[in-house]
């Protein structure tokens, strides 16, 4: 990948052409049959347009250096010993199908975050595991004060490089996802109180557009704060999973995450399993659905969730490469 350029072209977004056309239609048949109601609910559907064309995806050019990612446009060098950790959005689980799959990934660094757009003219995959590759193999060393001690002392015992550690991945970016959808409510938002300001002035038969305004302009408001504010990480039910840390050594592992604390060692592990995001779940667990990784122990399980700085896959590699072995090998 060193020398090699990615690139993302501006999209053109037919989600918006559509909505035009529809905002275009009811205006011309409010402006035929001399209905202005028509006109007013045309607003709408080219408000929504707007927002759809200003959220689109926007130019992304950035060249891979030896040390560092070099973003042309907008302009950005991020060394790679700058990174944090690196995520992928909506990344399929099946190797085969994330090869071919397109999606965006997100690099936080010491300074921020930057969204690479999914449509490269490289492999969305090859991207993501590039700048995985970048990250320190031994995770970070900035975890839970609570296992701190851990730390040192399973360094002292073997080596820092034979222990990996990791924490919660913190705030990032909103999800492309996201940014659409706040941008459409504010468009609800806007047509909401624009129905509301011609229902107020005109009055006559245009009173009923105060409450259909003042309904849109609450819903709008409503929804862009559930997704502005609302949680872009961390599984539903994992209280102060931003806290969480996950310490690997050749012994055993320790976890701070949720309501679970404490040490394991691997002589006491039966089973791991892998699960990925479930869309129904039969599960009393409030991640059940989550995606992790599952420790079976004698009476019980343990579940390590999706919210830490390195993949599920990485986490889970360590785990195998240690667990049934000898901690001297």
């Known amino acids: 990948m060193i020398g090699h350029t990615i690139e993302a072209k501006l999209s053109f977004r037919w989600s918006a052409a559509v909505f035009l056309i529809l905002a275009a239609t009811l205006a011309g048949f409010g402006a035929l049959a001399r209905n202005p109601h028509l006109l007013i609910v045309a607003l709408l559907p080219f408000l929504i347009a707007l927002a759809l064309w200003h959220s689109r995806q926007r130019s992304f050019t950035a060249v891979f250096t030896e040390t560092t990612l070099e973003i042309r446009?907008?302009?950005?060098?991020?060394?790679?010993?700058?990174?944090?950790?690196?995520?992928?959005?909506?990344?399929?689980?099946?190797p085969a199908k994330a090869q071919r799959g397109r999606y965006s990934v997100w690099v936080v660094h010491d300074d921020g975050a930057v969204r690479i757009p999914a449509r490269l003219n490289l492999p969305s995959e090859e991207v993501y595991r590039f700048l995985i590759d970048q990250l320190?193999?031994?995770?970070s060393r900035a975890v839970n004060p609570l296992l701190t001690e851990y730390v040192q002392r399973n360094e002292e015992a073997f080596?820092?490089?034979?222990?990996?550690?990791?924490r919660a991945r913190g705030g990032r970016g909103m999800p492309a996802s996201r940014l659409t959808a706040r941008a459409v409510t504010l468009a609800t938002l806007a047509a909401g109180l624009a129905w509301l300001?011609?229902?107020?002035?005109?009055?006559?038969?245009?009173?009923?557009?105060v409450a259909g305004g003042a309904v849109a302009a609450f819903f709008g408001w409503l929804l862009y704060l559930a997704y502005h504010f609302g949680p872009v990480t961390g599984p539903v039910g994992l209280r102060n999973w931003h806290q969480a840390s996950l310490v690997i050594s050749p012994v055993g592992l320790a976890m701070v995450q949720g309501d679970v604390q404490g040490e394991l060692r691997w002589d006491e592990v039966r089973g791991v399993k892998l699960q990925g995001v479930k869309s129904f779940t039969l599960s009393r667990e409030s991640y059940g659905y989550a995606a992790g990784i599952w420790l079976t122990v004698e009476g019980a399980k343990v579940f390590i969730a999706d919210i830490y700085d390195r993949p599920l896959?990485?986490?889970?590699?360590?785990?195998?490469a240690y667990w049934r072995r000898?901690?001297?090998?």
Request: no cysteine; hydrophobic share 35%.
């Open 197 to 209: 300001a011609i229902g107020l002035a005109a009055r006559g038969d245009y009173v009923g557009w």
């Open 136 to 139: 320190p193999s031994g995770g």
């Open 159 to 166: 080596g820092a490089e034979r222990v990996f550690s990791y």
């Open 313 to 320: 896959s990485a986490i889970l590699d360590r785990i195998h």
């Open 326 to 329: 000898d901690p001297g090998s």
């Open 73 to 94: 446009e907008p302009a950005l060098s991020i060394p790679y010993q700058a990174l944090r950790w690196v995520s992928a959005e909506n990344r399929p689980r099946d």
